[in-house]
């Protein structure tokens, strides 16, 4: 990346900057998960009862806002460059930095194949007597699971390598035209253009989900009405209002919910079931649950108890 800017600089191409740009937003993306890792494990405070899991949201929004400013900027001065035409572009320079950043990007892809067709075994099991092969079965479907694991891990890692060597074979080839065309230098700026429109569209994912945390939306991969009545259908429970779902950042979800339960029920026993439909259905972890009789009247009544739609 640091590469980049500089050939990007000393080349006067806008092309090689604005990929740069979109190489820094897949930095932000890291440095910000190591540092939410790093918030994750502080102890919740008075203050902070959460903890510091949004810390995570607040930083790729931050990192977005910056990026976003800096790839306006390069669109602009694109802009100028083709209305004006009062530019030069360094074709050596441009070829030399392009040319590294296919050869880095194919090494890199070359790497990660590698890993994935090694991470690819077969595993067998001992026939001796039923423990040790109950726990030879375990064995083998957890490094199956493992495998499986970082196989998704390596092949997603390697299709956006595969995506950034397709950027810097697009440079390379606007090097080459600018180089035996110079005429054609317009080949720059356009690039500008095309790997903005990735930048934007790599990070608006991002920005989407950012939002969604921040404005305590219900998260993609939990259906509301599912999760209302899977409450509703436990044994007790005549009513299911006061839900909330939410997530405290991506990945981690939590729900607060009011039970209504009838005459004579034992409102432990629902609460422990209600927790354990959340968990093993839902995967979530973070619930706080009020138990309460039901009251017909009253909560019909209740704006608050309504569905929402």
């Not at 077969?122 to 026939?127: A, D, I, P, V, Y």
Request: proline share 2%; aromatic share 8%.
């Amino acid at each position: 990346m640091t590469g980049e800017i500089v050939g990007g600089v000393y080349a006067n191409s806008l092309a090689l900057m604005t990929d740069a740009v979109h190489l820094a937003s897949d930095l932000a993306s890291f440095l910000i998960s190591l540092f939410a890792l790093y918030l994750s494990k502080k102890e919740p405070t008075a203050k902070f009862s959460f903890g510091y899991k949004r810390a995570e949201v607040l930083g790729a929004l931050i990192s977005i806002a910056i990026i976003w400013i800096v790839t306006a900027v390069l669109v602009y001065l694109a802009i100028v460059r083709i209305v004006h035409q009062d530019y030069n572009i360094e074709a050596d320079d441009m070829l030399i930095t392009a040319g590294c950043g296919v050869a880095f990007n194919i090494i890199m892809g070359v790497v990660l194949h590698s890993n994935h067709c090694s991470g690819v075994g077969h595993g067998g099991h001992s026939h001796s007597h039923s423990h040790s092969h109950n726990r030879a079965v375990r064995l083998i479907q957890g490094d199956k699971k493992q495998n499986r694991k970082k196989n998704i891990v390596i092949q997603a890692a390697f299709i956006h390598i595969l995506g950034d060597l397709i950027q810097s074979i697009g440079v390379l080839i606007a090097a080459y035209v600018i180089k035996y065309k110079p005429e054609y230098k317009v080949a720059d700026p356009i690039c500008t253009f095309v790997f903005s429109i990735l930048v934007l569209i790599t990070t608006a994912n991002v920005l989407k989900t950012t939002i969604s945390v921040i404005l305590e939306a219900v998260p993609n991969d939990i259906d509301y009405y599912a999760v209302r009545s899977s409450l509703h259908s436990i044994q007790g429970i005549k009513m299911v209002h006061g839900l909330h779902v939410w997530a405290l950042t991506p990945g981690t979800n939590a729900l607060c919910a009011h039970l209504a339960i009838g005459n004579n029920i034992n409102s432990q026993k629902v609460l422990t079931e209600a927790t354990k439909v959340l968990r093993k259905k839902y995967g979530i972890y973070d619930s706080t649950i009020q138990v309460e009789i039901y009251q017909p009247d009253i909560m019909a009544a209740c704006d608050q108890c309504a569905i929402p739609r």
